[in-house]
């Protein structure tokens, strides 16, 4: 099972998870509303003390047949309720709210570093152990706020009952012998020590019976993601798997991943069943425990009846807030588990560019010409691809780069982009007007407008657009430029190209970097699109990766890579345009 050593650059990670917003540009309205919200907490506690008070008053009246005491008792009881009920409702509603503003502003943050510098390709390429990291932003930052929260103002709560009760009990205790059949004894405050003493021991209890809790919450948290991803994975292939019947097989997949959820939700519910039953016993037994200390002194009738309700009462209160760990054991569990998910995830992102900097031996610059000076490349586990190449680019020139499959053209490309770390040598590029086109061009989902802008979000007249349409033949698509759909799954692969050639057209870079940017076309179309492309932009260099022997009529010099270091360029005798 994945865990962390509690290490202490792990508790530092924890505590910048948790402070880090607190000390943000949003820090003053964080702690005002975090002030209101405690202050609310802290009247609500005043306002059991009240209510304890209430019950001495109350139980007399009953004692005594006072039935005037009784409904003065029961109005001043009605002004009490109103009072709570009104602060209650209104600490909920700010509770929530600062809520909300602290994972906005996590999300943002973690959304931030995830996307920065390529953050999120670099983590799947170097292989740094975070499972699901899309879902540790969803899920996981809701969980931990949620969690966090509660678990701090149940603390706020239980410290600040336990301080105003254990005064009312240690006062109570002094006007109470302790009495043990005929014996009394004297001990200061032996109410408190008895609540105490009884509330340890709940807890020490519940952290034997439910440790394992911890790691089991961890593990569901990371199958429950898994499965999630499963299934999204069905749901963006879904051609894919209809066209190959594959139907059974990720039935059988999903099953088994949805197997391991609830195996492991078995084992948390076998653990958090002892915990639960064993909080009940506790619960109920608490409920006599202070009326089984009382009672010998009320029995010998030296005691009214409100100040025996007002005891049991109180020592019930500072019995709950001691209790307080047992209650949350559960939610402590879980706070851990989510809380070491996060921090996994910013340490694998903060080691990241340390990682990359051990690996890639690239020098990168800005140059007015893209060039390359003795760059080698080569796989994850060291393969050479690419030894020692020199090129250099100028304005309008044209590059067809080819080579057995696998052999590392993607990959010249991904290292040209700043993807691919394991490589050494020296690139300079210039800082704007250059363009890398996959072969499988993303497109997100949202209306054809935006798939066409990507990732470029500067409005463009609806002529143009139409008129690029027109060019790159999807003219009828022209009338869905504001229609919202998953375009990935309703565009062929072609028309899918045809769309990234439309973005080229509309961008207008200098330097183009073509990776089998045409290969779901058929051949005169992708020789049409070749042609506009070098009577449109005939000053950009375009530097092509592909198979088709077609492609060489448009490139100037052809680089070939043999897979294994080697490399030659050749420059054609004939070129079209
Ligand atoms: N993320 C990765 N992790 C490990 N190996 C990789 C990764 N990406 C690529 N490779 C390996 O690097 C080598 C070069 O891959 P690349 O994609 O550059 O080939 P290519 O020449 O573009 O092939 P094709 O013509 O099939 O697209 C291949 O052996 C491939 O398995």
């Known amino acids: ?73 029961i109005a001043y009881f009605g002004w009490l309720a109103a009072i709570y009920i009104a602060i209650a409702g209104a600490r909920y509603y700010l509770r929530m709210w600062l809520r909300i503003r602290w994972r906005t502003w996590l999300t943002n943050r973690y959304q931030g570093a995830w996307l920065r510098n390529k953050a999120f390709y670099k983590l799947k390429l170097i292989g740094t152990q975070v499972d699901n990291p899309d879902q540790r932003i969803a899920d996981d930052l809701n969980n931990f706020t949620e969690q966090t929260m509660t678990l701090f103002f149940g603390l706020i709560n239980a410290v600040s009952t336990l301080a105003s009760f254990s005064v009312i009990l240690w006062g109570l205790s002094s006007t109470l012998p302790l009495t043990i059949g005929a014996a009394q004894y004297q001990i200061p405050g032996f109410l408190f020590w008895g609540a105490l003493v009884y509330a340890a021991t709940g807890t020490w209890l519940t952290h034997l019976i439910g440790r394992r809790l911890i790691p089991l919450n961890f593990q569901q948290e990371r199958v429950e993601a898994d499965y999630r991803f499963n299934l999204m994975r069905l749901r963006e292939n879904l051609e894919s798997v209809a066209l190959y019947g594959g139907e059974e097989v990720e039935n059988e997949r999903l099953r088994e991943r949805f197997h391991r959820v609830i195996d492991n939700f078995h084992r948390l519910i076998r653990t958090g069943f002892k915990v639960d039953m064993f909080n009940s016993g506790y619960s109920q037994v608490s409920v006599v425990v202070p009326y089984l200390v009382i009672a010998p002194v009320y029995f010998s009738q030296r005691l009214e009846f409100g100040l025996l309700t007002q005891t049991a009462g109180a020592f019930g209160r500072v019995q709950d807030s001691l209790s307080f760990f047992i209650d949350a054991y559960q939610n402590i569990a879980a706070w851990r588990a989510v ?45 050479p691809l690419l030894n020692g190449l020199d090129l250099q680019l100028t304005a309008g020139d044209s590059l067809l780069i080819h080579g057995a499959s696998g052999s590392g053209k993607s990959t010249l490309l991904r290292t040209l982009a700043g993807v691919w770390p394991y490589a050494r040598g020296r690139i300079e590029l210039p800082s704007d007007g250059v363009l890398f086109v996959p072969q499988r061009p993303y497109l997100p989902i949202g209306t054809l407008r935006e798939a066409l802008l990507y990732p470029e979000r500067k409005p463009i007249d609806d002529e143009q657009l139409q008129q690029v349409l027109h060019d790159v033949r999807l003219e009828r698509l022209g009338t869905q430029l504001d229609t919202v759909e998953d375009w990935a799954q309703t565009l062929s692969g072609g028309e899918q190209q045809r769309i990234a050639f439309a973005r080229i057209l509309l961008r207008r870079p200098h330097w183009l970097f073509l990776d089998e940017a045409s290969s779901a076309l058929d051949e005169p179309s992708e020789q049409a699109l070749y042609q506009l492309l070098r009577e449109r932009l005939p000053h950009t260099a375009i530097v092509s990766v592909g198979h088709r022997s077609t492609l060489r009529a448009f490139h100037r010099n052809q680089l070939e890579l043999d897979g294994h270091g080697g490399w030659h360029i050749a420059h054609a005798a004939t070129v079209i345009a």
């Open 339 to 383: 809380t070491m998910r996060l921090t996994q995830f910013t340490a694998a992102v903060d080691e990241l560019d340390e990682r990359v900097t051990d690996i890639s031996q690239v020098v990168r610059a800005h140059a007015p010409q893209p060039s390359v000076q003795a760059l080698d490349i080569a796989r994850p586990d060291g393969e």
């Open 1 to 73: 099972m994945e865990q962390q050593a509690f290490t202490r650059a792990h508790a530092a990670r924890v505590w910048r998870l948790i402070y880090s917003y607190w000390t943000s540009e949003q820090k003053l309205s964080a702690w005002a509303l975090l002030l209101i919200v405690l202050g609310g907490n802290f009247a609500l506690v005043y306002m059991n003390v009240l209510f304890n008070e209430w019950q001495r008053g109350f139980g007399n009246s009953l004692q005594k047949y006072d039935a005037a005491a009784f409904w003065s008792s």
